[in-house]
Each structure stands twice: as C-alpha cells, then as structure tokens.
Nanobody
Framework: QVQLLESGGGLVQAGGSLRLSCAAI????????MGWFRQAPGKEREFVAA????????YYADSVKGRFTISRDSAKNTVYLQMNSLKPEDTAVYYC?????????????????WGQGTQVTVSS
C-alpha cells in the first residue's frame, strides 16, 4: 500500500502563487503515474494535471495550462504542483492521486491511491 501525503495549501490573493507537494510513502513501486485533482464546494472532483513517473511526460487541464506546472523528484518520491497566476475559481481542495498504470488518465476512477487533500483558497 502506498500513502500519499500532501502539503502546501493555504490562502493567497488573486495573481499569487502556491506550490503543493505530495510525498509517496510505502510501496512506491506500485505508482507509475501521479496526478492532481481538485474539488470545489458543490462540484465534482476534476482533473488538474498528471505526470508519468518514467519519462516525466506531463498533462494538464485546459483551465490551468500555462499557469500550473507539475513536476516530480524521483529521488524523493515526491510530486509538486506549482500554481502561478491564481484565480478565485482555483479555490478548491486539491488532492494528489497515484495509479499503477503508466498511461495518462484524467479519470478519477482510474487512480488507485489518494491523499487526504489540502485546501487552496484564492481571494479576489
């Protein structure tokens, strides 16, 4: 079993930046791809970004392209989400997720492991 521990959320003004971290602990060899999702109050959980562990290919939702960057540090088994030019509509609980398959997916159901979530609030 792999555990995913997120950190880095908080309150920021519109236009500001935050960096989220997600450390994978335990059976890290069971994770071949990792993603970030977010869920705003009253809305469904949605895909934000993903990275394939081997090779480092990255994928983004259209709503965050050009503003968010996902990256990984293999030595630390950690994934990051650098969020710049934040907007009030980015306000949500952000979740880190891992999946065994090394193919890209933006589907919530295709991820096997989830972190506890971290709150990001962007004020206008």
């Amino acid at each position: 079993q792999v555990q995913l521990l997120e950190s880095g959320g908080g309150l920021v003004q519109a236009g500001g930046s935050l960096r989220l971290s997600c450390a994978a602990i335990g059976r890290t060899n069971s994770v071949s791809a990792m993603g970030w999702f977010r869920q705003a109050p009253g809305k469904e959980r949605e895909f934000v970004a993903a990275v394939i562990w081997s090779g480092g290919n990255t994928y983004y939702a259209d709503s965050v392209k050009g503003r968010f960057t996902i990256s990984r540090d293999s030595a630390k088994n950690t994934v990051y989400l650098q969020m710049n030019s934040l907007k009030p509509e980015d306000t949500a609980v952000y979740y880190c997720a891992g999946r065994r398959s090394n193919y890209y997916s933006d589907s919530v159901d295709s991820y096997d492991s989830w972190g506890q979530g971290t709150q990001v609030t962007v004020s206008s």
